[in-house]
């Protein structure tokens, strides 16, 4: 390839990516929620808007560039301060526009959420997220971690906290950011318009492991949501295989117990996340890896090479109790 | 002129060196520490030795005075429960650590051992439970704890922090 | 950073400043007690006496259901059935207790906090120490009362490791020729109360769930009546009746979890509809959280032998930190009437449902017939930790009344419709926020020291404190033997800027007749006699008399060390009337001098060391039982 037919294809190239940004799980341009839209609809404006603008100023720039320097100067000089005026005033007014605009779409997406919607609490820890479902009576409280549920068309109402330090709330498909604050509940409402999955992350710098402080956002069909919560109100699944057997048993003395929870059994740690159904998580570790029994081995050997500085410690065990101990948590669907 | 350039890059460089120099603390604690290296076993509780005083075995933390060790030691001191019968170094259930009385010696070797086996009067043993490289982190913050010593890692309360007021009759 | 370092330096040198103006004021204690004692002429001065008020109550006074008429002996720490602690003698009385003279004492040789009452039965007092929990027997009928057997139980020491405020034991009970009570590391002992040979040792719980004991036992109809302690270590609190003749477990009754647990059935009537459902130990909790979650029993326990009902508390959710276990958390928090034969469950009623403060609802619940309208209504008098004075009949769980006898900023009332407390929302604790101004504080208006009530004069004498705390949530974590909290508190004095009150309080007009200041929480049980006069101790070391009617102080000791006991009294062998106390100080008020705790961190011992920084200088610790008589 000669160096000359280098330059515009490592263009088009560039210029592909950028339109494939716009597409995606992790997208502000491709919202999937009511308020999502409301927040990409004022960015095209601004970008439709702002592109006119720079196409105006740059005409006329070259129009000026070009043009000759007439023989009326005086008379240019007249003319000059209407342009200016016309200007100013249509500056104005798109700076109006604009005000107008966004002032109205941040008052709807601000709107509280109504008494049906969906209450969730985040709470950010380093580094994960902890996710609860607050319930009446008490004993439907769902618990889980760095995966939302919701289901389509019925508004969430988030309430964010944090654990530590100060972490923000990001999924872009659904929603602008919102930070969580140590000692304060901030309050996030969106609704998913449509079924996918999303993905989020924490958007303000929280320490080492920041990147991999991931989460993603299953937006389902009502029914769908349903069965999903059902699903994680029952305690744990009982052991199936001897090795699973094992496997708890090797979890409930261990010092695994020391900080996470399975739901059904003696382990009640609740500064790490509750791995009761842990095994129909599609990540580990906060998005950081699939979520399948090579990682998760791999995760409870040596987390830190994995996600150096988590505050997960190695788990010194002999290889057969890992491999069992991995089969039991994997079968946590 | 020259001259007054090549001070200027020695400066630069030397800055650069020292650099690292500051790091140093932190990213050794990212990585376990040598604990290996540290005996534990043979530490005496006693200060009475039969016959001849033997040459003392010097034990140190090798995390002793390391910043991140200290507030990662606080932080796991909060999570397997310490501060349940010790608090911030008053005690409670459990003995103080802030003042200059231990019962089963002072030296950090005695601490981690203390934490490792156990104590007979209701001091748990956990041995296997806590990995050796977080339990030289809270042997760091216990260390760190001395109420006349000053603090190598200040903790930085917030206005409304309960640790920021005094406790006394409101209004 | 430095500047807040020398800040504090600062404060602590003031702090050493000020002692010296204690201890001159302590040294001069002693002095006016021994000159009060040596005039022997008419009534001390009213040292730390309040104001009293009108005097007697109304009328018709309330009267005790259910008497022990012996008064040559005391079985139960509470004397009667009734949990009256109120004795018939009256040689001592108002005008004649400023001669009390010490008749014997007795080192128990512990240093811990003697919460303990001495039980009496036949010449013999029995006394039983805090950990390692020895049962002392004194032979009342020789001079001196020399020690006649000690009864050492074999015990786990670690069981120290899970006593959340200090390893004290809160006394014994006697029947059929045998003293039963209670080890710190979960077993229940019979004793021979002749010889001092062990009956029979039952395992009832394990050091290693956090479980312990402390509670003194009762003995209703042939059956041992245990419950255990560890609120703060996420214990699953039961009661529990053994046999009195085997130890073997007859029931137990769990406080969470299903109605099967809870022994719930068809009997059960809860009076309001918040505690009628099934499974309410389960679905008031978030997941499985009912099975760490408190309501230990390790107060009081009451009896009434016609409606056949037990009444006892259970203690505080766990953890502290609400935050954590959204939901009434029932039956935390709670008070149950059982039938004692089978532990089935006849009514319950929540005193904090969702419990924010760890108010324990263990207090002793004293049953009195009271007029109320007209007519005599079986009623239950309990002064909660919430600082309430709550009047029930006891037949129905019904809440006659309730009204503050402590200053308290958490609830403004109790709505007698629904049964629930009016809770005040901005006292609530949350993660990473600090509440502050929250009153009563952790250890309650009331704690576990025990009231008394005299028929003479129909007024319930409360001790009590006066305490206040800030408080910060903070993330707590299970792990089996460790404590579950999930706060930092400090504590400090309440309005007025003492710690302490005594009160005498009328259960019908439902006011304070007249109480007294004291400068550290009264964390002494408190005994009423028949010679109107009302025996309490404090926590510097004072055992003190004061008028039933006016509050007045008749006369006082000054003890070794500060007095946490309950005090009895008892007809001797020779005819004369004596009143026993055993000093020793301790507890989760004196875990600072009993534990030697650091005064510079205020959050020690659950926030309490903020509130008691001064006690060292007040006092040492030390057991030694005190009894005395007229010349």
Known sequence: MSRRSGLPAAAAALLCAALSGCRGIQSSLDPAGREAAKISGLWWLFFYVCTAVFVLVLAFLFYGVFRRRSEDALGARERGKTYVAIGAGATAAILLLFLVVSVSAGREIAEPAGPDALKVQVIGHQWWWEVRYPASPANRTVVTANEIHVPVGRPVFLELLSGDVIHSFWAPNLHGKKDLIPGRINSHAFTAKKAGVFRGQCAEFCGLQHAHMAFTIFAETPERYSAWYEKQLAPAAEPSTPSQERGRQVFVSNSCVFCHAIQGTPAFGQVAPDLTHVGGRGTLAAGSVANNPGNLAGWIADPQSIKPGNHMPPMLMAPEDLLAVTDYLESLK | MRSKRAGRQLLVCAALAVLPVGCDKLSNSLHQPPSATVRTDAIAVSAL??????????????????????????????????????????????????????????????????????????????????????????????????????????????????????????? | MKDARSQRLGKSAERRRRRPRFSALLFLFPVTALLAAAACKGPAPPGGAGVPAAGPASGSAGSIPFPEPDESSWIRPAKDFSSSRYSTLDQIKSDNVANLKLAFTFSTGINKGHEAAPLVVNGTMYIVTPYPNYLYAL??????????????????????????????????????????????????????????????????????????????????????????????????????????????????????????????????????????????????????????????????????????????????????????????????????????????????????????????????????????????????LRADRDGFLYVLDRETGEIISATPFAYTTTRTGVDLKSGRPIEVAEKTPHVGTTTRGICPAAPGGKDWQPSAFSPRTGLLYIPHNNLCQDEEGVQANYIEGTPYVGANVKMYAGPGGHRGEFTAWDPIAARPVWKIKEKFPAWSGALATAGDVVFYGTMEGWFQAVDARSGKLLWRFKCGSGIIGQPITYRGPDGKQYVAILSGVGGWAGAIVANNLDPRDGTAALGFVNAMGDLPTATTAGGMLYVFALP
Request: hydrophobic share 35%.
């Open chain 2, 49 to 171: 030795e039969p016959g001849a005083r033997m040459p003392g075995i010097v034990h140190k933390n090798p995390l002793e005075g390391n910043p991140f060790a200290i507030s990662e030691g606080q932080r796991l001191y909060d999570w397997y429960n310490c501060s349940g019968c010790h608090f911030r170094g008053g005690g409670g259930i459990g003995p103080p650590l802030m003042d200059e009385f231990w019962i089963y010696g002072g030296n950090p070797a005695n601490i981690y051992t203390t934490i490792v086996e156990g104590r007979p009067n209701g001091m748990p043993a956990f041995r296997g439970k806590i990995p050796d490289y977080q339990l030289w982190q809270i042997v760091a913050y216990v260390q760190s704890m001395r109420a006349d010593k000053p603090i190598a890692s200040p903790p930085g309360p917030r206005e409304d922090h309960l640790q920021a007021s005094e406790g006394k009759e409101s209004r």
């Open chain 3, 139 to 380: 032979d009342l009928t020789s001079p001196g009362a020399p020690a006649k057997w000690t009864y050492k139980p074999k015990t786990i020491p670690s069981a120290q490791g899970v006593a959340c405020c200090d390893v004290v034991n809160r006394g014994a009970v006697y029947g059929k020729g045998r003293i039963y009570y209670n080890t710190l590391d979960d077993q229940t002992v019979a004793v021979d109360a002749a010889t001092g040979q062990e009956v029979w040792r039952t395992r009832v719980g394990d050091i290693n769930h956090g479980e312990s004991i402390t509670m003194a036992p009762l003995l209703v109809k042939g059956k041992v009546l245990v419950g255990n302690s560890g609120g703060e270590f996420g214990v699953r609190g039961w009661l529990t009746a053994l046999d009195e003749d085997t130890g073997k477990v007859a029931w137990r009754a769990w406080s969470t979890g299903p109605d099967k647990d809870v022994l719930i059935g068809s009997r059960f009537k809860p009076f309001y509809a918040s505690d009628r459902g099934a499974d309410l130990g389960v679905s008031s909790w978030p997941g499985d959280m009912w099975k760490i979650g408190g309501g230990t029993v390790w107060g009081w326990i009451s009896y009434d032998p016609q409606l056949n009902l037990i009444y006892y508390g259970t203690s505080n959710p766990g953890p502290w930190n609400p935050d954590q276990r959204p939901g009434d958390n029932k039956w935390t928090a709670a008070i149950f009437a059982r039938d004692p034969d089978d532990g089935q469950a006849v009514w319950a009623y929540q005193w904090s449902p969702h419990d924010l403060f760890d108010y324990d609802g263990v207090n002793e619940n004293v049953l009195v017939d009271l007029p109320i309208g007209g007519r005599t209504r079986k009623t239950l």
